[in-house]
């Protein structure tokens, strides 16, 4: 099975500083890629996926993840953050189930990102 | 518009009492899943459905149960051989071809 490391639990920064979560997984085989965003007392909100392909996706309000197979990373990344980007941050990544016939999601533990004035 | 709905947001019981948490979509989704998330722990998975009257074990299922009777619904039982059932509790869904998850707004029990 898989799983998946967010290597900082809590990350302080400055309004308008660059910012990196960083996120490992366990497996090397073919997988898919999400990182999710949740604000306080809500659901999760997909900010970014990587399926194939660039290995540098794009995603929702500036942010940019890199899939980087040989080193099994995905960290999410934003040139300059806004006040507004205060909230936790989940890397997940698919795999198939023991069946596999469905996809299933690990999440790491979590990323709480606090953007200060 | 289509989406994920839960209900009650905020839900309080006493110990020793089951409750149930309403789950319902209508995005035509076939798959359905379960999560309950601690602070600090991430999201763990209880139960999955992939389709109607059929459901699979997550890794945490001890003390949950659930039902699948129809394809837009699949609401989540907490007994009371659930050990420490306070926690907040998000429903999800995705089409069996595409396994991007759409969240719903999540369900915070409290056992009192």
């Known amino acids: 099975a898989q799983s998946v490391t967010q290597l900082d639990s809590q990350v302080p920064v400055f309004e308008e500083a660059p910012v990196e979560l960083r996120c490992n997984y366990s497996s090397s085989v073919s997988v898919y890629l999400f990182w999710y965003v949740q604000y306080p007392n809500q659901g999760l909100q997909l900010l970014l996926k990587y399926l194939s392909g660039s290995t540098l996706v794009k995603g929702i309000n500036g942010f940019e993840a890199e899939f980087n197979k040989s080193q099994t990373s995905f960290h999410l990344r934003k040139p300059s953050v806004h006040i507004s980007d205060t909230a936790e941050y989940f890397c997940?990544?698919?795999?198939?189930?023991?069946?596999?016939?469905?996809?299933?999601?690990?999440f790491g533990k979590g990323t709480l990102l606090t953007v200060n004035p | 518009d289509g989406g994920i709905t839960q209900s009650p947001k905020y839900l309080f019981r006493k110990e020793g009492q089951n409750v149930t948490l309403s789950c319902e979509q209508n995005?035509?989704?076939?798959?359905m899943y379960w999560y309950r998330q601690d602070p600090g722990q991430g999201l763990r998975l209880i139960y999955y459905s992939q389709i109607v009257n059929d459901f699979q074990k997550g890794d945490i299922a001890e003390g949950y149960s659930v039902s699948r009777e129809k394809k837009e619904s699949f609401p989540l039982t907490v007994t009371s051989a659930q050990k420490n059932p306070t926690a907040f509790y998000l429903c999800?869904?995705?089409?069996?071809?595409?396994?991007?998850?759409?969240f719903g707004p999540g369900t915070r029990l409290t056992v009192l």
């Open positions: 997940a990544v698919s795999e198939r189930d023991s069946g596999g016939s469905n996809y299933k999601l690990t």
């Open positions: 999800a869904s995705n089409d069996r071809d595409y396994n991007e998850q759409f």
């Open positions: 995005l035509n989704h076939d798959a």
